[in-house]
């Protein structure tokens, strides 16, 4: 079977620097993926990682290790319109073949 | 504007009759999902599409069918909704040349009475 694992949810002040974790068991594993969805949204991708090491795309940084099963993504210099949902996800085939995590719900205080 | 549509966007309706929630896209991508989402479970996948003609099963497949006769167009059906299936779903797209991005619909909100 397939199972991804992330905290259900963080909080953290404006300003700081949070990191969501995502450990997974799949039966296939091409690529960690990082999406965002705001309360009432539709999920946007934020990151895609194949091979181990560090993304950088802005404030939003995504990391891999495939040995260890495990990603993260961080956010630094937190704020407000950060919070929302983040999701992980194991492309387990082609680009299509999507498993979810059951998400982090990211809150972000002043 | 490049978009992932999908209609209807809220839909109430009863045991055992039949419904057809479309999804279409404007950006010639190879490949599409049906996802549902609940609360607690996150994101599941339906089905997906890798091409015309070419679909398979995700991870929750069951009481739900799908064609994809177009590539623009992948319709979800459910031949005899019942309250097990209210959720939230969504329809995405994504390139063969994209790399991985998904690209989501705005969601439709299903509830079976």
């Known amino acids: 079977g397939q199972s991804l694992e992330q905290p259900s949810e963080v909080t953290a002040v404006e300003g700081a620097i949070v990191q969501i974790n995502c450990t997974y068991q799949?039966?296939?594993?091409?690529?960690l993926s990082w999406y965002q969805q705001h309360d009432g949204g539709a999920p946007t991708f934020l990151s895609y990682n194949a091979l181990d090491g560090l993304e950088e795309t802005g404030r939003f940084s995504s990391f891999l290790s495939r040995s260890d099963s495990y990603g993260y993504l961080l956010l630094q210099e937190l704020q407000m319109k950060d919070s929302a949902s983040y999701f992980c996800a194991v492309n387990t085939g082609t680009a299509s073949k999507l498993t979810f995590g059951t998400g982090t719900r990211l809150q972000v205080t002043l | 504007e490049a978009q992932v549509t999908q209609n209807p966007r809220y839909l109430i309706t009863v045991t055992g009759k039949k419904l057809t929630v479309t999804c279409s896209q404007n950006m010639n991508h190879e490949y599409m999902s049906w996802y549902r989402q609940d609360p607690g479970l996150g994101l599941r996948q339906i089905y997906y599409?890798?091409?015309?003609?070419?679909?398979d099963k995700g991870d929750v497949p069951e009481g739900y069918k799908v064609s994809r006769k177009e590539k623009r167009n992948f319709p979800l059906i459910l031949e005899s909704p019942s309250p097990n299936q209210t959720s939230l779903y969504f329809c995405a797209s994504s390139s063969l040349q994209g790399g991985n991005e998904q690209f989501f619909g705005p969601g439709t909100r299903l509830t079976v009475l």
């Open positions: 599409s890798m091409n015309v003609e070419v679909t």
């Open positions: 799949t039966s296939g594993f091409y690529g």
